[in-house]
């Protein structure tokens, strides 16, 4: 890690090409939860499991410590921090999600 580099990481720096990122972890049933209702959805998602990518895995440390956030999933809709499973449930049961994915 270079001299400029912080333990803090901002929403809007995360680079995808997707509207969707969800940071998670393959033994983390809402995690699950949260692949299986985009998926349903039939919405494309950037999964980023922390397990399988130590990038990742840094990044959600450094979104966390900004944040002040402290379990995943992270579900990032447009570079604007969602919340975890019990959010994504919230907006799905409102019928808001895929208004604001799309």
């Known amino acids: 890690m270079g001299a400029n580099s912080s333990n803090t990481m901002k929403p809007e ?3 995808s090409d997707k509207n ?3 940071y998670g972890s393959d033994n ?3 995690c699950f939860k949260v692949k299986k209702i985009f ?3 039939k919405v494309q998602i950037d999964y980023r499991n922390i397990d399988e990518n ?3 895995d840094e990044q959600k440390q450094k979104l966390m410590n900004g944040l002040k956030y402290d379990t995943i999933p992270l579900v990032f809709i447009k570079n ?3 919340g975890g499973c019990s959010n994504v449930k919230e907006l799905e049961a409102k019928g808001e999600l895929l208004s604001q994915v799309q």
């Open 28 to 30: 983390c049933p809402y």
């Open 13 to 15: 720096e995360i680079k």
């Open 20 to 22: 969707v990122v969800v």
């Open 39 to 41: 998926e349903e959805l």
């Open 54 to 56: 130590k990038e990742y």
């Open 80 to 82: 604007k921090f969602i």
